[in-house]
T-cell receptor
Framework: DGGITQSPKYLFRKEGQNVTLSCEQN?????MYWYRQDPGQGLRLIYY???????QKGDIAEGYSVSREKKESFPLTVTSAQKNPTAFYLC?????????????????FGNGTRLTVT | GQQLNQSPQSMFIQEGEDVSMNCTSS?????WLWYKQDPGEGPVLLIA?????ELTSNGRLTAQFGITRKDSFLNISASIPSDVGIYFC???????????FGAGTILRVKS
């Protein structure tokens, strides 16, 4: 079955440490995304990538970094510069949309990683 | 910028009741997406709407793309306990490269 796998499901870190969240997809989708979810708020876009070796900042990229070395993988690193890192992180993918924009195709989401930083 | 306002923020209904929720914006959207998120999981696409005035059903769910292209509605008929979750509307911005999400409607069902 095709899908998106995020690991781990739960992650605990001490303040000041960098942490990397994994996201792998076998849907052969070109575009991949990272969203952050906080209670009572909609999903906020951190970074997205439309093609291997290329990615763009979303609305809240500060304190985060990504890489896209393979089509299937889009890991997110939460750095110590992120002021409020505790959140639920969602990875998603989509086929490349018409006109070059990936956002006109519905997103397929993974099951998320809950990060707690103390 | 473009924002989506979802209402109600939360609902606590009796099993068997019908549910209505909506999403509005001051900007035009060319696509409306409705997702459901079960507790502790990622959102799953329920319905996608691509044309103004479009009415689409998926089982007990029905969604409509508003004529003005500034709103969309989701109805759930005869709710059941597994309908519990957060429902999000979303749409791509008309200009620019971003998918915008509403804050979600939390649905709780009493059995």
């Amino acid at each position: 079955d095709g899908g998106i796998t995020q690991s781990p499901k739960y992650l605990f870190r001490k303040e000041g440490q960098n942490v990397t969240l994994s996201c792998e997809q076998n849907l052969n989708h070109d575009a991949m995304y990272w969203y952050r979810q906080d209670p009572g708020q909609g999903l906020r876009l951190i970074y997205y990538s439309q093609i291997v070796n290329d990615f763009q900042k979303g609305d809240i990229a500060e304190g985060y970094s990504v890489s896209r070395e393979k089509k299937e993988s889009f890991p997110l690193t939460v750095t110590s510069a992120q002021k409020n890192p505790t959140a639920f992180y969602l990875c998603a993918s989509s086929p490349q949309g018409g006109g070059g924009s990936p956002f006109h195709s519905p997103l397929h989401f993974g099951n998320g990683t809950r990060l707690t930083v103390t | 910028g473009q924002q989506l306002n979802q209402s109600p923020q939360s609902m606590f209904i009796q099993e068997g009741e019908d549910v209505s929720m909506n999403c509005t914006s001051s900007s035009i959207f060319n696509t409306w997406l409705w997702y459901k998120q079960d507790p502790g999981e990622g959102p799953v696409l329920l319905i996608a709407l691509y044309k103004a005035g479009e009415l689409t059903s998926n089982g007990r769910l029905t969604a409509q793309f508003g004529i003005t292209r500034k709103d969309s509605f989701l109805n759930i008929s005869a709710s059941i306990p597994s309908d519990v979750g957060i429902y999000f509307c979303a749409g791509p911005m008309e200009y620019g490269n971003k998918l915008v999400f509403g804050a979600g409607t939390i649905l709780r069902v009493k059995s």
